[in-house]
Nanobody, 124 residues
Framework: VQLQASGGGLVQAGGSLRLSCTAS????????MGWYRQAPGKKRELAAT???????NYADSVKGRFAISRDNAKSTVYLQMNSLKPEDTAVYYC???????????????????WGQGTLVTVSS
C-alpha cells in the first residue's frame, strides 16, 4: 500500500491551494484519511481527517478555511485550503488508516500509512 500526495507549492497570504492524495495497492477499505502538517521546529499536528462516511474533523486553526473531502471510488482525499496564512506554512503529510486486502477476500487489521509530504509555503 502506498500514498501519493500532490498539490503543494508557494502561494501568497489569502490565496488557495488544493492538496490531493491517492492510496494504491491491495486495499480492502479505508476507514479514515486526512492530512497532518509539520511546521519548521514544531511537532506534527492534525490538519483535517475524514471518515469513509464523510465525517470530517478539523483542527481549530483551520476551521472555516480548509475543506476536506474524499472520493472513495478513487481512494483519494482532497484538502481545499482557502484564505491561507503564513502560519499555515508546513510540510503536509497525507495519512490513511487502511485495511489491506489479502487473498481469499479477507483483510488485515487497520494500519496507519503516511505519504511522503508536500511543502506548502505561504508568503506574507
Amino acid at each position: 500500500v502506498q500514498l501519493q500526495a500532490s498539490g503543494g507549492g508557494l502561494v501568497q497570504a489569502g490565496g488557495s491551494l488544493r492538496l490531493s492524495c491517492t492510496a494504491s495497492g491491495s486495499i480492502y477499505s479505508i476507514p479514515n484519511m486526512g492530512w497532518y502538517r509539520q511546521a519548521p521546529g514544531k511537532k506534527r499536528e492534525l490538519a483535517a481527517t475524514i471518515t469513509s462516511s464523510n465525517i470530517a474533523n478539523y483542527a481549530d486553526s483551520v476551521k472555516g478555511r480548509f475543506a476536506i473531502s474524499r472520493d472513495n471510488a478513487k481512494s483519494t482525499v482532497y484538502l481545499q485550503m482557502n484564505s491561507l496564512k503564513p502560519e499555515d506554512t508546513a510540510v503536509y503529510y497525507c495519512y490513511a488508516n487502511i485495511r489491506a486486502a489479502v487473498d481469499g477476500g479477507g483483510f488485515l487489521a487497520p494500519y496507519d500509512y503516511w505519504g511522503q509530504g508536500t511543502l506548502v509555503t505561504v508568503s506574507s
